[in-house]
């Protein structure tokens, strides 16, 4: 295989306010996530990409303008890029042949059964972050895969995460394999297949907490969520899911009572200790497309799901401390530990955020909006991101510098202004399909396209 090559480009230089009660209000309630040169996993540290803001990190890019380098990427993947140090690593499932390639947009709803009858060769890659250029590129496997995914989707979908010492990466049903940073294998733990809805495939990320790597794989068959030893990949431990398919990466959670792993799921909302213990769980009357990552701020945790034809779409912002069932009674929105619910605000494809008190949510078809983040009440209603439509989402949105990031399918990053009054204030073009949520670390921001990876810098 051809490893890929980092092009270095010249970079180029930049060339309805709310009311004082709220903005004092929202930037008092939570700062955002310190900046860090570090993003670990999906979402980055917490889950929820709401950066700490930093006047380097950049408002205006597009192909060429502040472009620190990019890099072509073979292969197929949509998994994100994590960031430790000066090292980036994301995945891809580089084949040759005649088959069906990733299309923007909603298709296919059944998907297809039949696997892509082409080798495969699973790669995880290692780019310096500084320049771009392949620092190693290692073979997990190569071979005709034996079982389907949707073919929107890839074989290489699932983020990696990192703590520092090893990379762990997850590729679906072939299984979790960890290397130390320099390449070198280390373990590997198969995950036989399981049929999913549809044939869609599987998609959640692994997490990696104190000396564990946390897996969750919700099926038709045989749903589970298993804690792996992260130094020797042995299984510590397993708990069966009452649960059907679903895609959400699975948040370990530290508050005021306890460390928890809160799970997103169709049939039910659960939190399980850090030995696997179910601590609580909750009927949330969920849509049937469960692939929001659940993330915490202001000492809550927000959990989601919402197919866009579906009658609820419910939101649920929860406390900290709860044991048990704690389900909502009859059309109660909130309870002890259920701090706010709304019915029809949840996501489909995309995970929501919470930047200086404001929840905001993208929908898949191209709409935006707003919450505040301690009530669940409205801010504001539901906007068309794209002016004259067109845009599909896939990507999660993130936050910086009082500026809202949604990035379409279609390759275009819409910034919108951050706060009690909807604006985009202007659109930054990839022109090449995404799926992938970038990363954010220190002053760069780290996209990814169906071919490439940028490194996006402000320049003086």
């Given amino acids: 295989m051809k490893p890929p090559t980092a092009v270095r480009l010249r970079r180029h230089a930049l060339p309805a306010a ?17 900046a860090s040169d570090n993003w670990p996993q999906f979402r980055g540290p917490g889950a929820n990409p709401a950066v700490e803001d930093n006047p380097n990190l950049p408002d205006r890019w597009s192909q060429t303008e ?15 890029p994590i960031v430790w140090g000066d090292r980036v690593f994301l995945t891809a499932a580089v084949a040759e042949g005649d088959f069906e390639r990733p299309q923007a947009g909603l298709y296919a709803p059944r998907g297809r059964s039949e696997p892509p009858q082409a080798t495969h060769d699973w790669r995880v890659h290692c780019l310096d972050l500084t320049t771009g250029e392949i620092v190693w590129s290692r073979s997990v496997k190569t071979g005709i895969p034996d079982f389907p995914r949707h073919q929107k989707h890839t074989y290489a979908s699932e983020t990696p995460a990192t703590d520092g ?15 130390t940073m320099d390449g070198t294998p280390v373990w590997s733990f198969d995950t036989p297949y399981r049929e999913t809805m549809w044939d869609y495939g599987s998609a ?7 000396d564990q790597v946390i897996i969750l794989y919700d099926n038709e068959e045989e749903s589970w969520i298993a804690a792996l030893d992260k130094v020797t990949g042995e299984q510590r431990w397993r708990t069966d899911r009452d649960e059907v398919s679903s895609w959400a990466t699975p948040l370990v959670w530290t508050n005021e009572a306890r460390t928890e ?51 609820r779409r419910p939101v ?40 200086k008190g404001v929840y905001y949510s993208l929908l898949d078809r191209g709409f935006f909006e707003a919450y505040d983040a301690l009530t669940g009440e409205p801010v504001y209603g539901r906007q068309r991101v794209a002016p004259r439509g067109g845009a599909s989402f896939t990507s999660s949105p993130w936050a910086y510098n009082d500026r809202v990031f ?13 706060g009690a009054e909807y604006e985009v204030l202007h ?15 220190g002053d760069r921001l780290l996209i990814r396209t169906r071919s490439k990876l940028y490194s996006i810098r402000n320049t003086d």
């Fill in 316 to 355: 649920f912002a929860i406390r900290p401390g709860a044991l048990g069932d704690i389900t909502l009674e009859g059309d109660a929105t909130e309870s002890e530990f259920v701090a706010w619910h709304q019915p029809k605000a949840g996501n489909y494809n995309t995970s929501p955020l919470v930047y």
């Fill in 427 to 441: 659109m930054n073009s990839l022109d090449e399909m995404v799926m992938a949520s970038p990363a954010v670390a």
């Fill in 406 to 418: 949604a990035l379409s399918e279609q390759g275009d990053t819409y910034v919108i202004r951050a």
């Fill in 204 to 210: 959640s990320s692994p997490v990696v907490h104190d």
């Fill in 165 to 179: 010492e090893r990379v762990y990466v997850r590729f679906g049903d072939l299984g979790v394999y960890a290397f």
């Fill in 261 to 311: 792993i809160v799970t997103n799921g169709k049939n039910r909302i659960r939190s399980y200790s850090l030995d696997g213990e179910l601590l609580w769980e909750m009927d949330g009357r969920m849509s049937w497309a469960a692939i929001a990552t659940p993330f915490a701020a202001h000492d809550m945790v927000y959990v989601n799901s919402g197919y866009f034809q579906d009658q």
């Fill in 18 to 34: 709310a009311s004082l009660a709220l903005a004092v209000a929202a930037l008092s309630l939570a700062a955002p996530a310190q």
């Fill in 66 to 80: 502040n472009v620190e380098w990019v890099t072509e990427v073979p292969g197929l993947g949509w998994s994100s």
